[in-house]
T-cell receptor
């Protein structure tokens, strides 16, 4: 069945260090991937996305890398700050049983920034 | 603040009851998506509406239904509630139909079924 999973459920990083959150996806037909951040008590917040015709995309302090060969996605956060503490989800577009597209989310990685 | 609003923030009800969750999309967004987030299932797509019409369906239970009104707000109706329906329910919106468009999430409604 479909699955988008994360290698590490929790990650602790010292403030100021860089962090890498990994995600494995199973659907080789997926052509769009997104990273969301969810802080406690809030809804998921869009961070960055990437299409399958790209290997890398950079935003402000964040970089997403896509390796289609091994179906792997990663989110790099540079110079982490306390506000980066949250659960991070990767998501891919997949097909529903009804033939429509939808986003399938991974289980999430909890990132904790240590002051 | 994403611009997506959801009411109520919390809802406590009993098994067998019916509840309605409400969502107002960002100004100008035509698509509304509903998701369920539970501890054991993660974030699961339920259903999408675009400009008043159903556009995509996930593994939504038959006890659940949704609609999008002419003013583009949406309601998710949950009936014959079971303990396992306790979860966070999120609404998201985007400005163009299709899962490849950035979805902006609301703050969610926490449903507790006792």
């Amino acid at each position: 069945g479909e699955s988008v999973g994360l290698h590490l459920p929790t990650l602790s990083v010292q403030e100021g260090d860089n962090s890498i959150i990994n995600c494995a996806y199973s659907n080789s037909a997926s052509d769009y991937f997104i990273w969301y951040k969810q802080e406690s008590g809030k809804g998921p917040q869009f961070i960055i996305d990437i299409r399958s015709n790209m290997d890398k995309r950079q935003g402000q302090r964040v970089t997403v890398l896509l390796n289609k060969t091994v179906k792997h996605l990663s989110l790099q956060i540079a110079a982490t700050q306390p506000g980066d503490s949250a659960v991070y989800f990767c998501a891919e577009n997949t097909m529903t049983n009804f033939g429509n597209e939808k986003l399938t989310f991974g289980t999430g990685t909890r990132l904790t920034i240590i002051p | 603040d994403s611009g997506v609003t959801q009411t109520p923030k919390h809802l406590i009800t009993a098994t067998g009851q019916r509840v309605t969750l409400r969502c107002s999309p960002r100004s100008g967004d035509l698509s509304v998506y509903w998701y369920q987030q539970s501890l054991d299932q993660g974030l699961q797509f339920l259903i999408q509406y675009y400009n008043g019409e159903e556009r995509a369906k996930g593994n939504i239970l038959e006890r659940f239904s949704a609609q999008q009104f002419p003013d583009l707000h949406s309601e998710l109706n949950l009936s014959s509630l079971e303990l396992g329906d306790s979860a966070l329910y999120f609404c998201a919106s985007s400005d163009i139909s299709g899962s490849t468009d950035t979805q902006y999430f609301g703050p969610g409604t926490r449903l507790t079924v006792l």
